[in-house]
């Protein structure tokens, strides 16, 4: 008897046992809860030769872009390749695929992905998998049409609807269709309140869209059903933007210190990744933030060579150059520098084109060096979606650029991009403190007054 997940894809050496582990994993994982490569770990170890568990382990593993998993890894995608003769043809591509990225072919492992989805609409893992590597490579179009692909197959009687209705929630928000996904993102909260990847969606478009107040309640209201599931890092930093928008520092700072860091050296990249993102902008805004910067740099520092991912890079040398760490500063671009004279993978056109350039003007803006930050920053600031992640996530770039502008003295340009940033999203004070800022350096204090009058409001624009 052929055995079967809960959408009726076959699986390869498998009982009854190892289907619902591996579909209780994938929903763990979707759901950003518990243990899903343990739970995926405790049927291998009841039968080794389960193809779909090495797979599922595997495809995981590529999503936490971390030198440490490397090898486990290479360890499932090799079991799985010893299988090879036994796994049918979606097992098969999802094997291709995790090869392709382990050789750092990123895009190649997507196509591998996409062709498993094709065949087999259903595939949710596969689906996943393609979705959130574009995310990470900045594919904003492909977040969006890899669910657009299969949308039309699913419905509410397909289990797993709900994070298909998320995934195409986000990739909607990131292609600026916001009105249908903030629809869908809450359609999906509807079949399931607790889906923390569809309130970061729809907290997505209220940041996109400069609805702070409706922001930080929207969050807060849900709090309870998020706060401690393996996404509230993420969720906290969102919560935290709303918040610096509109102001309020000392929010900030104590969401940062009680909620958002992650403990310990060593600890889950992702977590630093969005503390490293908060502190900078703390920065932006002339925040005293103490020794927190040497806290964060400390969990930095062990993979400042590691150039395994511009994302990466570009956080860690914001927590370094908050805590002045020259050395650890030079180690960082001479491993960027050494790597891309021979390197050819996808994440080497990343650190080329957006991250090695954002770095050194990251070193600029925290030397003083205003000048220099803005002119290294003007040339590549619309090629930063292929440094990967979300457009809020990206706004840091902008963000550095025009206060750049300000602290060097130009007023013209400074309120040129201040005023692109304010056509963006004109109900926000932050925005309008730019503007007010940049009027200011111009001499118009008449602008400025009204300018800093639209600040003290998040509703006028």
Known sequence: MTVADRRGLPLTNADSACACALDDALDDALAFRGDPVARIDAALAERGDFVMGHVFRAGMLTQAMETRIYGTMVDSVEAAEALWSQANDRERAHIRAVRAWIEGDFHGAVQHWESALVRHPHDLLALALVHL????????????????????????????????????????????????????????????????????????????????????????????????????????????????????????????????????????????????ALLWRLKLVGADVGRRWSDLADKWEPSAADTLYAFNDVHAMMAFVGDRRVEAQQRLLTANERYLEHAGDANAAMSREIGLPFCRALQAFAAGEYRACVETLLPVRYMNHRLGGSHAQRDIIAWTLVEAALRSGDGDMSLALANERCQLKPSSPQNWRLVARAHVLRGDQDRARRAWARAESPLAA
């Open 133 to 276: 590597t574009d995310v990470l490579l900045g594919d904003v179009v492909g977040q969006r049409d890899c669910v657009a692909r299969v949308f039309p197959l699913w419905d509410e009687s397909t289990p797993g609807y709900e994070f298909v209705l998320a995934l195409y929630a986000f990739g909607l928000e990131e292609n600026r269709d916001f009105s249908r996904a903030e629809e869908v993102g809450r359609r999906a909260l509807a079949l399931r309140p607790d889906h923390p990847y569809a309130i970061h969606a729809v907290a997505h478009v209220m940041e996109m869209q400069g609805r702070q107040l409706g922001g930080v309640h929207f969050m807060n209201e849900r709090r309870d059903v998020w706060v401690d599931g393996n996404f509230r890092n993420h969720l906290w930093w969102h919560l935290s933007l709303f918040l610096l928008d509109l102001g309020r520092v000392d929010e900030v700072l104590h969401i940062y210190d009680n909620n958002l860091r992650g403990g310990g050296v060593g600890g889950e990249r992702y977590e630093e990744l969005d503390s490293a």
